[in-house]
C-alpha cells in the first residue's frame, strides 16, 4: 500500500524553528517528486513547496521563501521541510505529498498520494 | 505568480444535478492544471489531472476542459457522495497555487 506519514509538528513560538519529516512506503519513493502543502482547517489549501526526485529542482511559495528548506534522503524514503523563523501566518496542516508521475526532473506535476499531515501551531 | 481564481466559492446542489466549477488562470498554463475533492476530514483526493485527463478510480460522471485559460470541472448525475469541497491546482510553475476551493453543499 503506498503510504505517507508525516510527523514533527507541534506548538512553537513565532521565531523559532521546526522540521516536518515523512516517510514514505509502498512506491519507489526516489524516483518521485515530492511536495509540501499547507491547510488551516477549514481553509484552503496552499502549497509549500517541492522538490524533484533527483534533487535537482525545487521551488518554494512565496510566503516560505528564504524561510523554507526542503530536502529528501531517498536511501531513507523520507522527506523533509525545514522551517525557520515561524510566524503565526504558518499555523496549519502541513501535509506531503508525491507527484503522479516519475523519473521526470521536474515538479510541476498533480498530486497523487497525500499523506494525513502533521500540525503546526505557532503562537507566541 | 500565476494566480488562479475559482468560481463560484459556493454551490448548492441536489442528488442527480449536473455542475460545473470554474478556474480561470492569470496566464496561459498549458494543460498544467489538475482537480481534487476533498471530503470533511479527509485528505484530498486527485479527480482530474492534464486538465482533463481523468485519475484511475474516478467514476466518469466527473469531467473537465479547457478552453484558453480557463478550466471546468463537471460533476452529472451527483451522488452523496460528491458533496465536498474542489481544488484546481495550476502545476505549471512554482508557486503551484491552488483555487480558493469551491464548496458543494445538499440544497
Known amino acids: 500500500e503506498v503510504q505517507l506519514v508525516a510527523s514533527g509538528g507541534g506548538l512553537v513560538q513565532p521565531g523559532t524553528s521546526l522540521t516536518l519529516s515523512c516517510a514514505a512506503s509502498g512506491f519507489k519513493f526516489g524516483d518521485f517528486a515530492m511536495h509540501w502543502v499547507r491547510q488551516v482547517p477549514g481553509k484552503g489549501l496552499e502549497w509549500v513547496s517541492g522538490?524533484?526526485?533527483?534533487?535537482?529542482?525545487?521551488g518554494y511559495a512565496d510566503s516560505v521563501k528564504g524561510r523554507f528548506t526542503i530536502s529528501r534522503d531517498n536511501a531513507e524514503n523520507s522527506l523533509y521541510l525545514q522551517m525557520n523563523s515561524l510566524r503565526v501566518e504558518d499555523t496549519g496542516l502541513y501535509y506531503c505529498a508525491k507527484a503522479l508521475f516519475g523519473n521526470w526532473d521536474s515538479i510541476s506535476d498533480a498530486f497523487d498520494v497525500w499523506g494525513h499531515g502533521t500540525v503546526v501551531l505557532v503562537s507566541p | 505568480d500565476i494566480q488562479v481564481t475559482q468560481s463560484p466559492s459556493s454551490l448548492s446542489a441536489s442528488v442527480g444535478d449536473r455542475v460545473t466549477i470554474t478556474c480561470r488562470a492569470s496566464q496561459d498554463i498549458n494543460n498544467y492544471l489538475a482537480w481534487y475533492q476533498q471530503r470533511p476530514g479527509q485528505v484530498p483526493r486527485l479527480l482530474i489531472y492534464a486538465a482533463f485527463t481523468l485519475q484511475s478510480g474516478v467514476p466518469s460522471r466527473f469531467s473537465a476542459t479547457r478552453s484558453g485559460t480557463d478550466f471546468t470541472l463537471t460533476i452529472t448525475n451527483l451522488q452523496p457522495e460528491d458533496f465536498a469541497t474542489y481544488f484546481c491546482?495550476?502545476?505549471?510553475?512554482?508557486?503551484?497555487?491552488f483555487g480558493g476551493g469551491t464548496n458543494l453543499d445538499i440544497k
Open positions: 522538490i524533484s526526485w533527483n534533487r535537482g529542482k525545487s
Open positions: 491546482q495550476n502545476y505549471y510553475s512554482a508557486p503551484h497555487t
